[in-house]
């Protein structure tokens, strides 16, 4: 008998789990017959703890002790702008972990975010082993395909924690098209439009029969369908301080209503034009023995106007993603629609004009991705059983940049977005001063120039190293990424042959005041660019502009060699020709960028001057 495997699509809203049976992949419903499980965790006042629908169901009465939406805060640090966004609109109250992660705290009990995915996955895995009536552990599980490195590590902790073995992780639309795709043998290329509860990505993917090769990926881990949810309650809390001068979110119970009520409205307008909303006794004005009630009309084209915004951003993303990838919207012969969110007419026909393309209709949307798991997790294992190949292959890309910070805080990619994993890249650098005995690598991922804006997976320090010239020390950095999007690093000092590794861990995050310091005052550890493209060109600009300005200089010094105006203004010259040599010598990127711009006005006045001098 062949081995027990499935995929789950562990979703910011609902969960899925799958399996793949005589070569057909299916999804697995729960005891209740749904085939979606919400991703709830409840904590009752007893202590006991509740999952999936039962925490539900329960979530009004306890609002501040379920947690709904937890993957917007897997893998985050503290500081991040979501998680401060989130802490406004959450009823269960969020805390800093020692080591600058989030955690939930449930009856002063404190969670991590991995913890309580894992009580999603541990149910999911539940579900199958009910279906099976035996034990499950393989799995494969999917993430957002704009996850960063520590958003995966994080899911595979949930994964580590629920007792499940994760075979892989798979980028969720990467995923969806392994389901459409599966045993058609079709040559075709596909987007795949994938809107959920919380996130949302867009993937372009050459499908040639087994071979699932994706060109390029982008997304917004922050928008999804919780996002179109908090328009309305927001539009139904002004609505209701307006009446009554009174404000819903004051009261935890009363939010959780509205925001039920506004789920339930969103989906009903995706197949009617209007709906009531009505919520008896939402709250009794202070003072008064009357109850208030809630009652509103929203209808299609009020929603559409409320959200309008965030359909444009996902369009938007898609129109960076094929700019940036290089790729050619008329080349994409079927766009498929993955998550709930997809199914708003409205966000249909955007998806429908910005590629000229009617999406395909064979794909369910909320069931597509867990599909595809399973079918990924079948191949995987049927390959390691039999010591073969598997039947299909898949090409995956990495979302962000990768790379680390240099002097000034600049940051060096390494490893471009876009690029096709599992991949290796190794860089040489070098010391910025006389005699430095020690190196800090920062990793960073991001988009970027800056390092400070971007997420940062870890740092090392290379210590002992030889006292020499700076500039001569070579330190070889290689990054490592595998199939499943995971950084790991080694540096090298090649004098010495000594080398030191990371492997950047979710875990071990840093808070933002560590980071911060990390990144502004490490200025003794500093690393530069050994002959990097930019250090290059930066190089070159600056030298062809002294020779320029040497050029230039004892022309106009022979006309103006009375003039004090003149003379002041070559002594300038001369300051900056002197800070453009120090800044090759230390390769300081930042200097060489303003000392170009500087030499750029210089020049432009020098001939501006000697112009004029022939002709008089
Ligand atoms: P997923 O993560 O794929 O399960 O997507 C869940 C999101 O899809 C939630 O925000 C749901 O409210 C939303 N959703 C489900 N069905 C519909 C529908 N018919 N119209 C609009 N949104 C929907």
Redesign the pocket.
Known sequence: MSERVIGIDL????SCVATVEGGVPKVIANKGGYK?TPSMVAISEAGRRLVGHIAKRQAITNANNTVYAAKRLIGRKWTHPAVQRARQVLPYKLVEGETGDVRIELHDKTYSIPELSAIVLSEMKKVAEDYFGGPVEKAVVTIPAYFNDGQRQATKDAGRIAGLDVIRIINEPTAAALAYGFKKNIRKRVAVFDL???TFDISVLDIQDGVFEVLATAGDTYL???D??QRIVEWLVFGFAKEHKLDLRTDVMALQRLRDAA?QA??Q???TTTTDINLPFIMSASGKQDALHLQRTLTREKLEELTADLVERSVEICDRMLKEARLDKADIEEVVL????T??PRVQQMVKAFFGLDPAKSVH??EVVALGAAVQAAALVNAQQSGSQPDLLLLDVTPLNLGIMIAGGYFNTLIPANTTVPTSKSHTFTTVRDNQTAVKIVVLQGESDVSKQNEMLGEFILTDLPAMPRGTMEIEVTFDISPEGIVSVFAKDKATGREQSIQVTATSRMSEDELQHVLEANEEFAVAEKNTEVFQTLRNDVERHLREVDSLVPKVREFLSASDFGEDALKKVETQKERARRAIQMQDIPALKEVREKLERANTMLKGVAERVAGT
Do not use: A, I
């Not at 993955?338 to 969110?341: K, N």
């Open positions: 979703g910011t809203t609902n979606t959920g509860g919380g999804g369908g919780e179109f949810d789920e969103k989906v307008l995706s197949s993955v998550g709930g969110q199914r708003m949307p909320d």
